[in-house]
């Protein structure tokens, strides 16, 4: 699709989401806002800076406390959804022993069994035997007690790819985030970004490295890249920004190292960003 097409549609979209903001349709609202996203991710970063941040000032408006309790009441007031009806089980009847007559129906004995009969059990004549006694109980081997065998725990498995929506929606708030990270003259690390942003799911490593990609593209020709400031360990540079890093065109200087490389990016990202707001 056309850059100018998706702008268009864009546009069209984000007109109907505040339209149904300004009229409180919670659920069009949502599905507008997801919808938006979509259709961002259709064009590069650099292209729909303008309506993203747009989409960002809405999100304020979903995220806030008074159209969280308009949903509320909006989903207490919606009419409760059918419960589909269970298919009846049909029992089969009973059987009946062929001895046993129901109620009201006459009884017809077997003639094996003789009617003149007691149903008292017989005494016996013969004296009661005496009671045998037990004996007690004696101290065996202490039982052998099996080894504890520790089990692992599962491994941990990788969260879900995310979609291009979602990922652009991210990246427009990780963006602001590593900006301030350059102007405080330091670098962070993706469990640092989590606390940050407590509404960050959990990332596929490839997710990430999308993330990092996107937060540049949206960047001016010529800044530093951000990337370069999301670290490991203990300010070591991340093992994926190369792959990050030359996605965006940058090269190694020749007869410079990878780290040394790296670690001017990271100088020139903070000087870049130290006075600008």
């Known amino acids: 699709m056309e850059i100018a097409t998706v702008r268009r549609t864009l546009n069209h979209t984000l007109t109907e989401l505040k339209r149904a903001i300004d009229r409180y349709a919670v659920a069009v609202a949502a599905d507008l806002y997801a919808l938006a996203w979509q259709q961002a991710a259709g064009a590069p970063p650099s292209e729909t800076r303008e309506q993203r941040a747009q989409l960002k000032d809405l999100k304020e408006i979903l995220g806030s406390r008074r159209w969280q309790e308009e949903e509320r009441r909006q989903a207490a007031a919606a009419p409760p959804k059918p419960v589909p009806s269970q298919p009846r089980v049909v029992t089969a009847a009973p059987r009946v022993r062929p001895d046993v007559a129901q109620a009201g129906e006459s009884v ?3 003639p094996r069994r003789n009617p003149s009969s007691s149903t008292a059990p017989r005494r016996s004549s013969a004296p009661p035997r005496p009671p045998v006694s037990v004996p007690a109980p004696t101290a065996g081997p202490s039982p052998v007690v099996a080894p504890v065998v520790k ?7 990788e969260p879900a790819f995310l979609e291009a929506g979602q990922l652009w929606e991210i990246a427009t708030e990780l963006r602001p985030l590593l900006e301030q990270t350059a102007r405080a003259g330091s670098t962070t690390t993706w469990p640092q970004i989590h606390k940050r942003l407590p509404g960050l799911p959990r990332l596929h490593a490839d997710d990430q490295c999308v993330l990092l990609w996107l937060v540049d593209e949206d960047g001016r020709k010529g800044e530093p890249l951000l990337s370069a400031l999301v670290t490991v360990g203990d300010r070591q540079m991340h093992p994926r920004f190369p792959a990050v890093a030359e996605q965006l065109g940058w090269t190694t200087p020749a007869g410079t190292s990878l780290h040394t490389a790296w ?3 990271v100088l020139k990202a903070h000087q870049h960003w130290r006075h600008r707001r």
Do not use: D, I, K, L
């Open 108 to 110: 017809t004995r077997s």
């Open 151 to 157: 089990v692992r725990p599962p491994r941990r498995e």
């Open 263 to 265: 670690s001017y990016e």
